[in-house]
């Protein structure tokens, strides 16, 4: 059974202080590995697709990696606005759904 | 360009009520995607509408129901309402292509029953 999983479940940092996101999967083969931003009370908003390892895509202050068996956002110098919760899902060839990871909630102090 | 819109934004119902949301796509796009969300589950896949054909669905009873207009404008229905079945729904659209298709969430409709 596909399965993703989110590390860590919640992480704190302060303004400056990179670092990254996990997501782990097993897919029985991967058409694609999206990543999202949640707001509370809102819904997700797109940021990444990945489709094979080795794919690397930048958007601001976030890189999102993949290889065969993970995928990393990577966050440099986050800043407040950066408060929240990132989605990792995986969707699998000859499915049409996405299966969701429980999230990464991020907080940036100032 | 407009993004997904869901109507109602904010629902309260009793339980044994049904509820029908809506769910508007990104001009353009014709596959329209239903998900739960709950704080203990997380986001879980309900169904798929391509050209009006439900194309996949999730593991969630039969009282969760769903259709697609040649619009591509989709409705879902949840018959005899539960007080499990509260929770945000998200209505997710994309081109429907066979590649890796980006889906698009519009901003849900939270559901309460009482």
């Known amino acids: 059974e596909d399965q993703v999983t989110q590390s860590p479940e919640a992480l704190r940092l302060q303004e400056g202080e990179s670092s990254s996101l996990n997501c782990s999967y097993t897919?029985?083969?991967?058409?694609?590995l999206f990543w999202y931003r949640q707001d509370p009370g809102k819904g997700p908003e797109f940021l990444f697709t990945?489709?094979?390892a080795g794919e690397e895509k930048e958007k601001e202050r976030l890189k999102a990696t993949l290889t065969k068996k993970e995928s990393f956002l990577h966050i440099t110098a986050p800043k407040p606005e950066d408060s929240a919760t990132y989605l990792c899902?995986?969707?699998?060839?000859?499915?049409?759904?996405?299966?969701f990871g429980a999230g990464t909630r991020l907080t940036v102090k100032p | 360009k407009a993004g997904v819109t869901q109507t109602p934004r904010y629902l309260i119902k009793t339980r044994g009520q049904q509820v029908t949301l809506s769910c508007s796509p990104i001009?353009?796009?014709?596959?329209v995607s239903w998900y739960q969300q709950t704080p203990g589950q997380g986001l879980q896949f309900l169904f798929e509408?391509?050209?009006?054909?439900?194309?996949n669905k999730g593991n969630f009873p039969g009282r969760f129901s769903g259709r697609q207009f040649s619009n591509s404008r989709s409705e879902m229905n949840v018959s005899t309402l539960e007080l499990g079945d509260s929770a945000l729904y998200l209505c997710?659209?994309?081109?429907?292509?066979?590649?890796?298709?980006?889906?698009?969430f519009g901003p849900g409709t939270r559901l309460t029953v009482l």
């Open positions: 897919v029985s083969g991967l058409r694609g």
């Open positions: 001009s353009g796009h014709r596959s």
């Open positions: 990945l489709y094979s």
């Open positions: 899902a995986v969707q699998a060839r000859l499915k049409n759904d996405m299966r």
């Open positions: 509408y391509f050209s009006e054909t439900q194309r």
């Open positions: 997710a659209s994309s081109f429907g292509g066979t590649l890796g298709d980006t889906q698009y």
